[in-house]
């Protein structure tokens, strides 16, 4: 028998040796899954696969009034769910869909007003609380935020580009007269002083920027309607007489105007009944009728409304409304226990919605009712809510009284003498400037 051998004991492979062509594929196979793992990575890290654009409050806004449901992403920049911009995360203002009146009041030290109480000549010294001795100025430097949207910085430049060759006219009582002022002073610094001239009248004011042939003008009429105390100003409420169905005596000055500014508010919170006028009474002012303020204000306002309705054209005038401006005689109503009206108080009200006794919600609602029915439209800047918290800028001592400045001793008698109604320029009402302008 052969013992010689096989042609497979001949032919084993040397022991401890993979094949070439094995170890190349498992080379691949290995890269690739490391390619994937790689890129696996990448997508949940960055977004240099997929990009998704992020969400603002415009757009979440319009879900929610849409009661619709929105998903959001945010892109690289804001990965953090702590992060400060997502807070920041406003759309761009736009009156049709910002809320303005939702925000707050947020310090900037380094925001300085545009104009003080020594550089703009055209300040009543009722309202130039510096000058008067006010010794804080923080007040000056709170910027109102918006929750929703940013609202643009007051620009002189775009207020008078806008203004070129037109007529602005604020109407109503000394608050207004006071918005009137800051508008004034936030443009005239530009202006040089030959070209700027300032006209006052009892009744009528007129500011011209020559340059821009515009004008930005006040007229007073603290009731819109005619009354008995528009020029000579009767102090005793009790002897105040309204002709709350007639307007025509004071309309006459509003014509041919571009912009309209109206308010009319604090001169019908008396706290009493207000003696009323309309149609034709046999004995003449005896025939007067005591109504309630809200009544009063609301036939008042119709009257108002109706002048608006048939007489200003809206393809050649644009019609606005400041809602009421908040009074703060009542330290109680924002918890400052000991506290004496607005007296000594350097902070705003920090209470999201606060909202005080100074604020009547029925005029407030009188105004809203008789705006929606109107044919002309009319754009309402809501200054109550964002003026309520600011209980810190009233004119307080700080002013004038009969025409004099107050005493030492007045000074210290702020319950009697701390005027919680009108505010320090520069100060809140050149908010409510940025407001208009942005509406503008």
């Known amino acids: 028998?052969?013992?010689?051998?096989?042609?497979?004991?001949?032919?084993?492979?040397?022991?401890?040796?993979?094949?070439?062509?094995?170890?190349?594929?498992?080379?691949?196979?290995?890269?690739?899954?490391?390619?994937?793992?790689t890129e696996r990575l990448n997508f949940l890290s960055s977004n240099s696969i997929l990009k998704v654009k992020s969400c603002s409050r415009r757009d979440a806004f319009k879900k929610n009034q849409s009661k619709g449901l929105m998903l959001c992403y945010l892109t690289d920049d804001r990965i953090e769910d702590n992060d400060e911009s997502l807070i920041d995360?406003?759309?761009?203002?736009?009156?049709?869909?910002?809320n303005v009146a939702n925000g707050k009041w947020v310090f900037n030290s380094s925001l300085e007003p545009l104009y003080t109480d020594r550089s703009c000549t055209y300040l009543d010294r009722q309202v130039s609380c510096v000058k008067n001795g006010r010794p804080d100025t923080n007040y000056r430097h709170w910027e109102w935020q918006p929750e929703?949207?940013?609202?643009?910085?007051?620009?002189?430049e775009l207020a008078l580009k806008k203004l070129r060759g037109k007529r602005l006219l604020f109407v109503g009582d000394s608050l207004q007269r006071g918005q009137w002022q800051s508008f004034v002073c936030l443009v005239e610094s530009i202006i040089p002083e030959d070209q700027k001239s300032m006209k006052s009248g009892r009744s009528h004011s007129v500011f011209k920027a020559k340059e821009y042939n515009a004008t930005i003008e006040f007229y007073w009429a603290p009731f819109l309607v005619e009354s008995n105390t528009d020029l000579k100003i009767i102090a005793d409420p009790k002897k105040r007489i309204l002709k709350v169905d007639s307007v025509a005596k004071h309309a006459k000055n509003w014509m041919g105007v571009d912009?309209?500014?109206?308010?009319?508010?604090?001169?019908?919170m008396s706290g009493l009944k207000i003696k009323s006028l309309w149609g034709s009474f046999a004995n003449g002012e005896e025939g007067y009728e005591e109504l309630e303020a809200s009544?009063?204000?609301?036939?008042?306002?119709?009257?108002?409304?109706n002048w608006v309705d048939s007489t200003v054209n809206p393809n050649k005038t644009r019609v606005f409304f400041t809602t009421m401006s908040p009074t703060h005689q009542r330290?109680?109503?924002?918890?400052?226990?000991?506290?004496?009206?607005?007296?000594?108080?350097t902070k705003p009200v920090t209470k999201k919605g606060h909202w005080g006794t100074g604020s009547d919600k029925q005029i407030m609602k009188v105004v809203a009712d008789v705006v929606e029915r109107m044919k002309v439209p009319v754009s309402v800047i809501?200054?109550?809510?964002?003026s309520e918290y600011r209980v810190d800028a009233h004119t307080s001592v700080y002013t004038e009284t009969g025409g004099k400045l107050l005493?030492?001793?007045?000074?210290?008698?702020?319950?009697?003498?701390?005027?919680?109604?009108?505010?320090?320029?520069p100060g809140v009402p050149d908010t409510w400037n940025q407001i208009l302008l942005a509406n503008l």
């Open 148 to 156: 929703d949207c940013t609202l643009p910085s007051f620009s002189p």
């Open 382 to 386: 809501n200054v109550t809510q964002i």
């Open 295 to 305: 009544v009063a204000y609301r036939i008042g306002l119709k009257t108002w409304a």
């Open 1 to 37: 028998m052969s013992l010689a051998p096989s042609p497979s004991s001949t032919m084993k492979a040397p022991r401890g040796k993979i094949p070439l062509p094995i170890i190349t594929t498992l080379i691949c196979v290995i890269a690739f899954i490391a390619l994937l793992y």
């Open 331 to 345: 330290s109680a109503d924002w918890n400052h226990k000991g506290g004496i009206k607005c007296f000594n108080d």
């Open 259 to 268: 912009i309209l500014v109206f308010n009319t508010y604090v001169w019908w």
């Open 89 to 98: 995360d406003r759309f761009d203002f736009d009156p049709e869909e910002c």
């Open 407 to 425: 005493t030492d001793e007045q000074k210290a008698d702020p319950l009697h003498h701390a005027d919680c109604i009108h505010w320090c320029l």
